[in-house]
């Protein structure tokens, strides 16, 4: 990820598998929702999480080893 700047297309994908991992839904029953998805891209000193978003984490790599 830091050599080259990965496609929007992907970064939504691999956000939506963490989705799908931390809210499952087999069809009969959706998991249960501990957290608004919005709360975790959220500073934790706001509140949330503190997970950033995969093409502004890829963006910052990208700078940091240039």
């Known amino acids: 990820m830091y050599l080259f700047t990965i496609p929007t297309s992907l970064a939504r994908c691999l ?7 931390l809210w499952p ?5 959706k998991g249960l929702h ?7 891209f959220c500073p934790k000193h706001q509140g949330g999480l503190g ?3 995969l ?9 940091k080893c240039s």
């Open 15 to 21: 956000e939506k598998i963490v989705r799908d991992f």
């Open 55 to 63: 093409s502004e984490m890829n963006d910052a790599i990208k700078i």
């Open 34 to 40: 501990w957290v608004n998805w919005g709360e975790i």
């Open 51 to 53: 997970v950033r978003p």
């Open 25 to 29: 839904n087999n069809g009969s029953t």
